[in-house]
């Protein structure tokens, strides 16, 4: 099974490329350049997230199972491949910019970890200039 499934919208927003994490439901964005101080490739929220529960005092998350996390990022993935004109079109890993494939393997390798925070000043830029992605969007709706 491969572990990312990757969408291009063709340029319609800073964040071209959405990447979803199978395995974990984890779902990130990024430009041609993810590596760009401008505009770099950052975390957007993750597939399963309305599933998490937060016992007690709040600070200790409990995740669902894997099962879930892997049938949400799996209605996810079919809803984007329903509709092109939200996140846009599969493609393979392959065919896209070698800074982005670089990047995916960085994801593969560490996960979120590979993102550091001083992408969080910039993600906090593109919230307020309204440059954020549909796929950032929907998951922030959904939370």
Known sequence: MKTFIIFDNGCNTLDRYTIINQE???????????????NPGRFIGNCAARHIVLPGAGWR???PP???????????????????????REVPLGILPDGV???????????????DS???SQDLANATNGSISPASAALTAAK
């Not at 670089?102 to 560490?110: D, M, N, P, T, Y």
Request: overall charge positive; glycine content about 6%; hydrophobic content about 35%.
């Open 66 to 88: 894997k099962r879930i996390i892997r049938q949400e990022a799996e209605s996810y993935i079919n809803n984007a491949r329903l509709d092109p004109d939200w996140i846009g």
């Open 24 to 38: 974990t439901g984890d779902v990130f964005g990024c430009s041609e350049n993810p590596d760009s101080p401008k």
């Open 61 to 63: 998350q409990k995740l």
């Open 101 to 115: 494939r670089r990047w995916v393997a960085q994801l593969a390798s560490r996960g979120r970890a590979a993102l």
């Open 118 to 120: 001083a992408h969080l």
